[in-house]
């Protein structure tokens, strides 16, 4: 319920407060004064956008807020799944700086605009002339049915249900397709995996050759060399080895003589000892290293190939070859075995539709158990609104499944006897839409969670006993719930338990749009003026007192 609606600062409004009663309130005031204003002033709390157009003033921010008593609304789940803090009283708050920056607040967390449309869908359920003509629109039609019905929640299990069917059908063509790829490719892909299987190839190996044909490839040069460096350290006459041995000799025999001559000694004889080492080694690796032309020719066939094969496969290593393998690989398997795994997707497919089925022919159902009883009910509350001779049909047609269900449902209506009820769109007029969308809340009302109902100008095209009757039936909804009705007919502005009057006021250089509640005089005043004009007449003014009083 709204406690309290708080505008700064928008459109035409400067500052405007308003606590309307927890029953029935009405709004009214001249065209064109600010009525429609605030309720766009409240669509920006449920969540609707906004630009810089709605300053009134350039220079500073917008601010609308509402509180609202949600005790009784059971939204503790909500607020716990949106992480936001709950209490019995929840204040909604939009901000619009002169930048066009946005923001939205509950209970002074930032949130963003589908949260606040969200919970705004529990608290309340406007009326505009908007949603009149929405009537004329099937899907919506089927959300009333539905609403009527009590097959909301089932139908969100449906949803999934459905969802669920799509995701498994659309991966079942997907499959299908790619087998159908992979079959075309098979031969080919038999062919590669053969080849690269062939291979034997091992990580690392590349590395491995290539350093090994680096060898191979320099062989006699190395055997040369080797041969050279053994002649000159050990095997000719006047080799280093021997000039080496008699100068550590000659050192050996003045060593005594000094420290440092001990220590020339003992390094030059650890150096010739080293000689000796490295010269019996050289001696061997000459002896046994040999010039390999067919170890040579196989090093370069299979880096030949391994190249061959990363050039053909896009790919740079061993490693990749091996990886590409393995891809290759399992594709052959998946091939082999596309008839398993397509009866497995088929099954997936059939049991998931068997489950959606079941619950769209569970909800279909439920709607067609609820016609008859929703037509009569709506007849009935349509003669009293002055449609004696309408009919309502619900024409209902089987259809493919959809997020909906199985079920095509329209809304035909005549307002004439002797006339066949076709759709809505077809042969409705204004007023007559009004009353019949009047009359469908009315029903609504205590089907779906509607706290606070506002209303905006439903009242378009009925007069007299008729709009009596409606605002009866208005009154009988504010029992239960908060009813907020924009009215330019006198009987609807008088039945209010709080009538608030929205004016123009034009003394300053910019027009701005005002609010006050009425007392009992001013009410009066205000009722008369309705029924007699500017200036009401004593009629006028008795009538407004018995509207008031009766």
Same mark, same amino acid.
Not at 269 to 278: G, K, P
Not at 280 to 306: V, W
Not at 354 to 376: A, D, L, T
Not at 467 to 490: C, D, G, Y
């Given at each position: 319920?709204?406690?309290?609606?708080?505008?700064?600062?928008?459109?035409?409004?400067?500052?405007?407060?308003?606590?309307?009663?927890?029953?029935?309130?009405?709004?009214?005031?001249?065209?064109?004064?600010?009525?429609?204003?605030?309720?766009?002033?409240?669509?920006?709390?449920?969540?609707?956008?906004?630009?810089?157009?709605?300053?009134?003033?350039?220079? !500073?921010?917008?601010?609308?807020?509402?509180?609202?008593?949600?005790?009784?609304?059971?939204?503790?789940?909500?607020?716990?799944?949106?992480?936001?803090?709950?209490?019995?009283?929840?204040?909604?708050?939009?901000?619009?700086?002169?930048?066009?920056?946005?923001?939205?607040?509950?209970?002074?967390?930032?949130?963003?605009?589908?949260?606040?449309?969200?919970?705004?869908?529990?608290?309340?359920?406007?009326?505009?002339?908007?949603?009149?003509?929405?009537?004329?629109?099937?899907?919506?039609?089927?959300?009333?049915?539905?609403?009527?019905?009590?097959?909301?929640?089932?139908?969100?299990?449906?949803?999934?249900?459905?969802?669920?069917?799509?995701?498994?059908?659309?991966?079942?063509?997907?499959?299908?397709?790619?087998?159908?790829?992979?079959?075309?490719?098979?031969?080919?892909?038999?062919?590669?995996?053969?080849?690269?299987?062939?291979?034997?190839?091992?990580?690392?190996?590349?590395?491995?050759?290539?350093?090994?044909?680096?060898?191979?490839?320099?062989?006699?040069?190395?055997?040369?060399?080797?041969?050279?460096?053994?002649?000159?350290?050990?095997?000719?006459?006047?080799?280093?080895?021997?000039?080496?041995?008699?100068? !550590?000799?000659?050192?050996?025999?003045?060593?005594?003589?000094?420290?440092?001559?001990? %220590?020339?000694?003992?390094?030059?004889?650890?150096?010739?000892? %080293?000689?000796?080492?490295?010269?019996?080694?050289?001696?061997?690796?000459?002896?046994?290293?040999?010039?390999?032309?067919?170890?040579?020719?196989?090093?370069?066939?299979?880096?030949?190939?391994?190249?061959?094969?990363?050039?053909?496969?896009?790919?740079?290593s061993v490693e990749g070859l091996l990886e590409i393998r393995n891809i290759i690989e399992e594709k052959l398997l998946t091939v082999a075995d596309i008839e398993?795994?397509?009866?497995?997707?088929?099954?997936?497919?059939?049991?998931?539709?068997?489950?959606?089925? %079941?619950?769209?022919?569970?909800?279909?159902?439920?709607?067609?158990?609820?016609?008859?009883?929703?037509?009569?009910?709506?007849?009935?509350?349509?003669?009293?609104?002055?449609?004696?001779?309408?009919?309502?049909?619900?024409?209902?047609?089987?259809?493919?499944?959809?997020?909906?269900?199985?079920?095509?449902?329209?809304?035909?209506?005549?307002?004439?006897k002797g006339i066949a009820p076709q759709n809505l769109k077809n042969v409705a007029s204004g007023g007559e839409f009004s009353r019949l969308m009047f009359a469908?809340?009315?029903?609504?009302?205590?089907?779906?969670?509607?706290?606070?109902?506002?209303?905006?100008?439903?009242?378009?095209?009925?007069?007299?006993?008729?709009?009596?009757?409606?605002?009866?039936?208005?009154?009988?909804?504010?029992?239960?719930?908060?009813?907020?009705?924009?009215?330019?007919?006198?009987?609807?502005?008088?039945?209010?338990?709080?009538?608030?009057?929205?004016?123009?006021?034009?003394?300053?250089?910019?027009?701005?749009?005002?609010?006050?509640?009425?007392?009992?005089?001013?009410?009066?005043?205000?009722?008369?003026?309705?029924?007699g004009g500017e200036n009401p007449s004593e009629s006028a003014i008795q009538s407004a007192k018995e509207l008031l009083t009766v």
């Open positions: 319920m709204l406690q309290k609606l708080l505008i700064k600062n928008y459109a035409l409004i400067q500052e405007l407060n308003i606590n309307p009663s927890a029953h029935f309130n009405t709004i009214t005031g001249e065209t064109g004064a600010g009525k429609s204003i605030m309720l766009g002033a409240v669509g920006l709390l449920l969540g609707k956008r906004a630009d810089t157009k709605v300053l009134y003033s350039e220079d !500073a921010k917008c601010i609308v807020e509402g509180i609202f008593n949600i005790s009784e609304y059971n939204l503790i789940s909500f607020f716990e799944s949106e992480d936001l803090d709950y209490d019995h009283e929840c204040v909604i708050r939009r901000e619009i700086s002169a930048s066009g920056k946005s923001r939205a607040f509950i209970n002074d967390t930032p949130v963003t605009l589908d949260i606040l449309k969200n919970l705004g869908s529990y608290l309340m359920d406007v009326h505009s002339q908007h949603e009149t003509l929405l009537i004329g629109d099937q899907d919506f039609q089927l959300r009333i049915i539905d609403a009527y019905a009590g097959t909301i929640e089932a139908l969100k299990t449906y949803h999934s249900l459905f969802s669920a069917y799509t995701k498994a059908k659309r991966s079942l063509e997907n499959f299908k397709e790619s087998a159908a790829q992979m079959q075309q490719e098979k031969d080919f892909n038999q062919f590669l995996f053969e080849e690269l299987d062939k291979a034997q190839l091992k990580s690392g190996e590349q590395i491995e050759l290539e350093e090994r044909l680096e060898l191979l490839e320099n062989g006699e040069l190395i055997k040369l060399k080797l041969s050279e460096a053994y002649q000159l350290v050990d095997g000719q006459e006047f080799a280093a080895i021997h000039n080496l041995h008699q100068a !550590a000799e000659s050192l050996k025999t003045i060593k005594s003589y000094g420290k440092e001559f001990q %220590e020339l000694s003992e390094r030059l004889n650890s150096s010739f000892i %080293e000689i000796q080492d490295i010269a019996k080694e050289l001696e061997i690796i000459a002896n046994e290293f040999e010039h390999e032309p067919k170890e040579l020719q196989k090093t370069q066939d299979r880096l030949s190939l391994i190249y061959s094969l990363q050039q053909k496969h896009h790919t740079d398993g795994s397509e009866l497995k997707l088929q099954s997936a497919v059939d049991h998931a539709y068997s489950k959606m089925n %079941e619950k769209s022919k569970e909800i279909s159902n439920q709607r067609k158990k609820h016609f008859e009883k929703f037509e009569n009910e709506l007849r009935v509350l349509l003669a009293s609104l002055g449609m004696e001779d309408a009919v309502v049909k619900i024409d209902n047609k089987p259809k493919a499944h959809d997020k909906t269900g199985i079920d095509d449902i329209k809304i035909l209506f005549s307002a004439n469908i809340k009315y029903i609504m009302a205590d089907k779906i969670a509607m706290p606070t109902i506002i209303f905006d100008e439903i009242d378009t095209g009925i007069s007299g006993e008729v709009a009596i009757k409606m605002v009866n039936m208005m009154q009988k909804m504010a029992e239960n719930h908060q009813v907020i009705t924009i009215s330019h007919l006198p009987q609807i502005a008088a039945k209010g338990h709080q009538h608030y009057f929205v004016y123009k006021d034009n003394s300053a250089e910019k027009s701005v749009s005002k609010i006050k509640l009425l007392n009992e005089t001013e009410r009066s005043i205000e009722i008369a003026k309705m029924i």
